[in-house]
T-cell receptor, first 111, second 117 residues
Framework: GNSVTQMEGPVTLSEEAFLTINCTYT??????LFWYVQYPGEGLQLLLK?????DKGSNKGFEATYRKETTSFHLEKGSVQVSDSAVYFC??????????FGQGTELSVKP | ETGVTQTPRHLVMGMTNKKSLKCEQH?????MYWYKQSAKKPLELMFV???????ENNSVPSRFSPECPNSSHLFLHLHTLQPEDSALYLC????????????????FGPGTRLTVL
């Protein structure tokens, strides 16, 4: 079946530190992959996406590359800010119209 | 207004009450979704509608009753809920129809925080 596994949080970083949040998936076929972000008290916002192998999604300094050989879609940012504190969700859509989410990773950035 | 809106943002109800959650999308999308987000659990898909027709009911108890009068509006009618139904209920929409061969991006509303006493 389809599934998404994310690294467990919470992740606590100092401002300007490098961020990596690991995400691996299991799927048949060729899913699209997504990162969503949820700020405190809000719904989910699309952060970035990739629709085929070797695609790189990027937005607001965040990047993730679709790696079919390792079935991964790790989220990275070179220098985090306090305003990046949120919960990050990795997800896949495997041509069935349903989003399958990971459990979410909470990021806390300290000044 | 733009995007996906949800009302109310917060709702407290007793187990014998009947209430409804409303979702509206201003994006011209054709599919709409209800998700449940509970603490410490992955988001759970509840219902999917394509062009007002329900195409997915993910084994949701009958105390949750969805309604989609048109492709822009989606309701979730609640009755005789249990305390374990307390959660954030998220609505989403996507441009294409939900189904085989579709990998569309879904756009989410801010959610309704529901507390059942």
């Amino acid at each position: 079946g389809n599934s998404v596994t994310q690294m467990e949080g919470p992740v606590t970083l100092s401002e300007e530190a490098f961020l990596t949040i690991n995400c691996t998936y299991t799927a048949t076929g060729y899913p699209s992959l997504f990162w969503y972000v949820q700020y405190p008290g809000e719904g989910l916002q699309l952060l970035l996406k990739a629709t085929k192998a070797d695609d790189k999604g990027s937005n607001k300094g965040f990047e993730a590359t679709y790696r079919k050989e390792t079935t991964s879609f790790h989220l990275e940012k070179g220098s985090v800010q306090v305003s990046d504190s949120a919960v990050y969700f990795c997800a896949l859509n495997n041509q069935g119209g349903k989003l399958i989410f990971g459990q979410g990773t909470e990021l806390s950035v300290k000044p | 207004e733009t995007g996906v809106t949800q009302t109310p943002r917060h709702l407290v109800m007793g187990m014998t009450n009947k209430k409804s959650l409303k979702c509206e999308q201003h994006l011209g999308h054709n599919a709409m979704y209800w998700y449940k987000q509970s603490a410490k659990k992955p988001l759970e898909l509840m219902f999917v509608y394509n062009f007002k027709e329900q195409t997915e009911n993910n084994s949701v108890p009958s105390r949750f009753s969805p309604e989609c009068p048109n492709s822009s509006h989606l309701f979730l009618h609640l009755h005789t809920l249990q305390p374990e139904d307390s959660a954030l209920y998220l609505c989403a929409s996507s441009p294409g129809l939900a189904g085989a061969g579709v990998t569309d991006t879904q756009y989410f509303g801010p959610g309704t925080r529901l507390t059942v006493l």
